[in-house]
């Protein structure tokens, strides 16, 4: 049943812009537990075609997910680094990652190929998600 749910939401997510006749499946699936002091370091998920994120229980202070700025070259482009050097927010918002402070019933998809890390869980509380791999596939 929640696989089912995820693939119905993956075909939603995307079929609304594109207009395919294709069916999201599933091909992985965990849970992830995070205890007061843990994190999950960068990484990506190569080949899967899209991931995303249910999270189950997560607050405050109990790590947002990261994405690294797909065009990492870009940040030693001069012209900008010169131009924009004074003004800290151009900066961030032209070459900086992308924080996403997700709460409890929040889904986020992503491209597989997207780098991304979890920051550390700052709370005593448990951090949980269900984490999942899927594509599109011909009807």
Known sequence: MLTFGI??????????????DLVAKI?????NI???GTFNEMHNHGTAGYSGVFYI???ENQGDIMFEDIRRESKLWMVPNAFFKNDTW???KLFGSKEIDARTG???????????????NRTPELRISISFNFNWYEK
């Open 7 to 20: 693939n119905k939401l993956a075909e939603d997510y995307e079929f609304e812009k594109l207009n395919l």
């Open 27 to 31: 091909s992985s699936l965990w849970f």
């Open 34 to 36: 995070n205890h007061s």
């Open 57 to 59: 229980q997560k607050n």
């Open 90 to 92: 151009i900066r961030e």
């Open 106 to 120: 929040d889904v986020l998809m992503f491209p597989s190929w997207v780098d991304h890390l979890v920051d550390m």
